[in-house]
């Protein structure tokens, strides 16, 4: 008997291979269907699994499809455990569970779900900052005046655990409009602008087990922005 739990896995199996061995673990006799597993980053990260005319259709969310081998592995078995109505052998769930909240895991899809929500980029002017003309000069001051401009926006709501961020998919810089008010100063909007055109100039280094978005270069040309330090410390107090 194996121990459940700590089932045998190879890290170069693919998400089908995955789906495949367990769908024949649990349907021990039965022959094992066609596998397609559709990746969408939109998809409720718990997936989604459908059997028909001989086929299995298993939709999953990015964040679990490109999850290391045992995650997927537990999130195969608590599908099929599931399509099966067979009791869920012990550790999977909190398998699932634990790197669903690991932290970056955590931003990444909360990230994917604002995008997801914003059909349109708010555009530079906020109440209190137009973001146009703040880019321009940091352009020329920072990057020579060769960075193409993404689009500008203020996020719509206020958050504090995102400051900015770079939307790829719309190919946008999106400033918390938490910063886009008379209490902050101009230098910490600055630099939260700052940081976000680094991210245009640095592509995600895929390079490692481990996404590096903040590699060592990033942070080198980081503190060239005048008033590093100062800018920091204003956005600590926000
Ligand atoms: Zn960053």
Redesign the pocket.
């Known amino acids: 008997m194996q121990v459940q739990g700590v089932l045998p896995f190879s890290a170069e199996e693919t998400n089908e291979e995955i789906f495949a061995r367990i769908y024949g673990e649990i349907a021990r006799g039965k022959s094992v269907p066609a596998i397609v597993c559709i990746v969408r980053p939109y998809v409720n990260t718990m997936g989604k699994i459908n059997l028909a005319a001989g086929k299995l259709e298993v939709r999953l969310n990015s964040l679990i499809a490109g999850a290391p081998a045992p995650v997927r592995e537990s999130l195969a078995w608590i599908l099929l455990s599931k399509l099966f109505r067979r009791k869920l052998p012990p550790g999977h769930a909190a398998s699932y569970r634990q790197y669903m909240n690991r932290k970056e895991v955590r931003r990444t899809h909360q990230l994917v779900r604002q995008t997801k929500g914003r059909k349109y980029v708010s555009g530079p002017q906020g109440e209190v900052y137009n973001l146009d003309p703040i880019f321009d000069e940091l352009c020329l001051k920072y990057f020579g005046g060769l960075m193409q401009k993404p689009q500008l926006g203020w996020s719509k709501g206020v958050a504090r655990w995102l400051l900015g961020?770079f939307d790829h998919t719309h190919n946008a810089i999106i400033l918390s409009r938490i910063l886009d008010r008379e209490c902050v100063p101009r230098l910490a909007v600055e630099y939260v602008l700052y940081?976000?055109m680094?991210?245009l100039k640095h592509p995600v280094d895929h390079r490692g087990a481990r996404r590096r978005?903040?590699t060592r270069e990033f942070k080198v040309e980081e503190k060239l922005f005048e008033g590093f330090k100062e800018a920091k410390e204003m956005l600590k107090r926000l």
Do not use: G, I, R, Y
């Open positions: 961020h940081h976000e680094l991210h978005v903040h």
